[in-house]
Nanobody
Framework: QVQLVESGGGLVQAGGSLRLSCAAS????????MGWFRQAPGKERVFVGV????????YYADSVKGRFTISRDNAKNTVYLHMDSLKPEDTAVYYC???????????????WGQGTQVTVSS
């Protein structure tokens, strides 16, 4: 079992950058796939990206590919989402997620954080 807490959200101007963090607890963290999702006001929660347990495999949604980067530091039990070239359409609550299964972490993850707000102004 793993517990997740997001941080790093805030207000940024369009074209700027922001890094989100997700701190995890649980003795099996190093073997979990870690994902990021986001949910804009009045919209469905959608997949953003995922990273394997050792960081060797990553996959991103087309909407963020080339702008967002996922990384993880297993020594700190933390996964990051670095966001560059932010657009107003990136405004959403961002959630981290975890699952032992590569497919489930992209669709119906077993564990969720509480989310952190990202607002991009123009």
């Amino acid at each position: 079992q793993v517990q997740l807490v997001e941080s790093g959200g805030g207000l940024v101007q369009a074209g700027g950058s922001l890094r989100l963090s997700c701190a995890a607890s649980g003795r099996t963290f190093n073997r979990y796939y870690m994902g990021w999702f986001r949910q804009a006001p009045g919209k469905e929660r959608v997949f953003v990206g995922v990273i394997s347990w050792n960081g060797g495999w990553k996959y991103y949604a087309d909407s963020v590919k080339g702008r967002f980067t996922i990384s993880r530091d297993n020594a700190k039990n933390t996964v990051y989402l670095h966001m560059d070239s932010l657009k107003p359409e990136d405004t959403a609550v961002y959630y981290c997620a975890a699952d032992v299964n590569q497919v489930m972490v992209q669709t119906k993850p077993g564990y969720w954080g509480q989310g952190t707000q990202v607002t991009v102004s123009s």
